[in-house]
């Protein structure tokens, strides 16, 4: 298996633009986690989604962040509109659920500078 | 490039000697504690497990250590080399199904 899938690798964008992050998660994992990383804060918890289905998103900081999972495949992560202090490294990570779902498996993140 | 991490804690080892990363974790009722290896430009890479009813665990080079009466948390690497260079991060958890809280992580630099 290729492992977490992420895309784009890096994004450079402007204030005020739409960002989309892409995940596509290890095949027959059922649990999928989106998480943020900074200097100051680490890596955070936004959201996450078991079976597509959002579980706990009261990681999201703001309703300029969404995130979807149409199907057991793909999610996105959604910033519209985007700040500068959105600027951080996103990975995506996903598990098996049962009493393995804490070992996560992460992407390759995206790096995000919103100028 | 990396672009977090500038003001972890940093631990220097000499290539070949042991190293020890320490982790204080805060919630008493978290069974459940994983280290984490996070090399530069990359996502966290799972290392080493260990649950609540032992108090330590050996992989191949690391041991994990856990003291539950003083909620701490430690991970030994033998015989460091020049790949171990990274970013260490502890994380927790309870009742198996719960997200992972991460610590703030520790950079380890291994000297040649």
């Known amino acids: 298996d290729a492992g977490v899938i992420q895309s784009p690798r890096h994004e450079v964008t402007e204030m005020g633009q739409e960002v989309t992050l892409r995940c596509k998660p290890i095949?027959?994992?059922?649990?999928l986690f989106w998480y943020r990383q900074t200097m100051m804060r680490g890596l955070e918890l936004l959201i996450y989604?078991?079976?597509?289905?959002?579980?706990?998103d009261s990681g999201m900081p703001e309703d300029r962040f969404s995130a979807k999972m149409p199907n057991a495949s793909f999610s996105t992560l959604k910033i519209q509109p985007s700040e500068p202090r959105d600027s951080a490294v996103y990975f995506c990570?996903?598990?098996?659920?049962?009493?393995?779902?804490?070992?996560?498996?992460f992407g390759s993140g995206t790096q995000l500078s919103v100028l | 490039g990396e672009s977090v991490g500038l003001h972890l804690p940093t631990l220097s080892v000499q290539e070949g000697d042991n190293s020890i990363i320490n982790c204080a974790y805060s919630n008493s009722a978290s069974d459940y504690f994983i280290w984490y290896k996070q090399e530069s430009g990359k996502g966290p890479q799972f290392i080493i497990d260990i649950r609540s009813n032992m108090d330590k665990r050996q992989g191949q080079r690391v041991t994990v250590l856990l003291n539950k009466t003083v909620k701490h948390l430690s991970l030994q690497i033998a015989a460091t080399q020049p790949g171990d260079s990274a970013v260490y991060f502890c994380?927790?958890?309870?009742?198996?199904?719960?997200?992972?809280?991460f610590g703030k992580g520790t950079r380890l630099s291994v000297i040649a």
């Open positions: 989604f078991n079976n597509n289905v959002p579980i706990d």
């Open positions: 095949s027959g994992h059922d649990y």
């Open positions: 990570a996903s598990s098996l659920g049962g009493a393995t779902n804490e070992k996560l498996f």
């Open positions: 994380a927790e958890t309870y009742s198996g199904n719960t997200p992972l809280v």
